[in-house]
């Protein structure tokens, strides 16, 4: 059942838009088998390339991609055998299983055929054979051709590879402290033989050792003392640095770990709005708040950049997690690796130059907007404040910078995928100095 689960769960990343999530049927499952069909779709989802390369290369005749029931079955397979602790047999075998009684039986033998040819071929061999040394990198790190041809440009071959091996390791599970329902003490303890190791610079960041079923199922998360949260994002609400008593906007809220951070910063003591535009995903933010214990919270549903919102009002600092191209956090969300097209970041461009524009309007004069993306691209990170600064005089950087931040030579923020274990993040932290 949990490799059928992983079948279904790929199969829906790779004909809809929405993220990788396990289907309803998945609620029959155990813990165990949860977990399995989550690492076996995540797996085939990070490795997609090479999986497709290797397949087609081992076929007598094409699949056709409208058999996508097939498709999945021959990737997951793989992914276990090669990547797995799962015996070639096994996989192969499951995979023939799964294809029995259903309509596409016939294809069993041709997928038993397929299977087990990949797993006989020199890869190294089929790897050297790609002239290309992009086109190989991309095939063997699996990423689509554009993104590698992109960071190649920039990084060079070796801080290219770096950064996609890096985007290939599989996540830790970080969280951080809840300081307004308990203590990082308390916490620790309840915690104890599932704490990993604890960050050098961020008092409240806990990494904690993998684990079987939902995140729900760890002791506190129902009582609000800890959110799911990355290091690299833990250093944001810092960077504003909110004080009691403040007005604070957070305007691209949602699901809403950073704007409790924020009130965790200032004892409950701030009234905060927090927007969001997508009503899908206004339950998940109202949960957190609940889980989380936050107080004096208005949430106001609507677009951000739209200068009619919250026309009339003023706030004394800003966060701004604007929608990105999300190459930072590949390694937590593989499917990012096949959704994203070159086209799409100068969309996203324009969309986060219009939210920066509008938000920035509601910034008190000596007030603080801080702008912050998981994505890698200088087009969406210092580019874009750079560009924003030049038409916007009454603004500038911000030169106060939380204690052990890490921080390029302007100051921003910027943490590299896989660096220190976090995922790839940037923000910078801007004043209002004038009308």
């Given amino acids: 059942m949990a490799r059928l689960t992983a079948v279904q769960a790929v199969m829906g990343v790779l004909r809809s838009t929405a993220p990788l999530q396990l289907p309803a049927s998945a609620e029959r499952l155990s813990g165990r088998d949860r977990a399995l069909a989550m690492e076996i779709a995540t ?4 490795h997609l390339a090479t999986l497709d390369y290797l397949l087609k290369s081992c076929m007598n005749r094409p699949l056709p991609d409208k058999h996508q029931f097939i498709w999945a079955v021959l990737r997951t397979a793989l992914y276990q055998a090669l990547y797995l602790r799962i015996p070639e047999r096994a996989a192969v075998y499951e995979a023939v299983e799964l294809l029995k009684g259903r309509r596409e039986e016939s294809w069993s033998g041709f997928a038993n055929g397929v299977l087990r040819a990949v797993l006989r071929v020199d890869r190294q061999a089929l790897w050297q054979e790609i002239k290309n040394p992009q086109q190989r990198m991309a ?39 809840n300081t307004l329902a308990t203590t990082t003490e ?10 990993l190791v604890r960050s050098a610079s961020l008092e409240e960041a806990i990494t904690l ?18 959110a799911v949260q990355d290091q690299a994002a833990q250093w944001v609400a810092p960077l504003l640095a909110p004080q009691p008593g403040e007005c604070i906007l957070d305007a691209c809220a949602a699901p809403g770990g950073k704007t409790a951070h924020l009130a965790a910063l200032a004892g409950n003591q701030l009234r905060l709005t927090a927007v969001e535009k997508d009503p899908a ?43 990105c ?17 070159p086209e799409d970041l100068q969309r996203l461009c324009v969309e986060q130059q219009r939210i ?12 603080t907007l801080v702008y912050a993306t998981c994505s890698l691209e200088p087009e969406e990170n210092e580019q874009q404040v750079e560009h924003f600064l030049s038409q916007h005089p009454q603004w500038r950087r ?18 590299e995928m896989g660096e220190a274990d976090c995922d790839g993040f940037y923000a910078a932290s801007l004043q209002r100095v004038g009308e």
């Fill in 325 to 341: 191209s999300g190459t930072g956090v590949i390694r937590r969300h593989p499917e990012i690796k096949w959704r994203r097209q």
């Fill in 398 to 415: 911000q030169s106060v910078r939380p204690a052990g931040m890490p921080a390029d030579e302007r100051g921003d923020l910027r943490i």
């Fill in 43 to 46: 797996g085939t989802l990070r």
């Fill in 356 to 367: 920066l524009q509008a938000v920035a309007t509601r910034v008190k004069v000596g007030g």
């Fill in 186 to 195: 308390r916490l620790l303890e309840a915690l104890a033989e599932r704490v």
């Fill in 209 to 226: 050792r993998p684990g079987e079923g939902a995140v729900e199922k760890i002791p506190g998360y129902g009582n609000g003392w800890f």
């Fill in 281 to 323: 995903r206004l339950p998940r933010l109202l949960e957190n708040m609940q889980r989380l214990r936050v107080q004096e919270v208005e949430i106001v549903t609507g677009d951000a950049g739209d200068p009619a919102l919250l026309a009339g009002r003023s706030f004394d600092r800003a966060l701004l997690d604007v929608p």
């Fill in 139 to 177: 095939v063997q790190e699996s990423y689509p051709e554009w993104l590698v041809a992109r960071w190649w440009q920039r990084l060079g071959e070796e801080g290219t590879r770096r950064r996609l091996q890096a985007g290939n390791q599989i996540p830790p599970l970080t969280v951080r402290v």
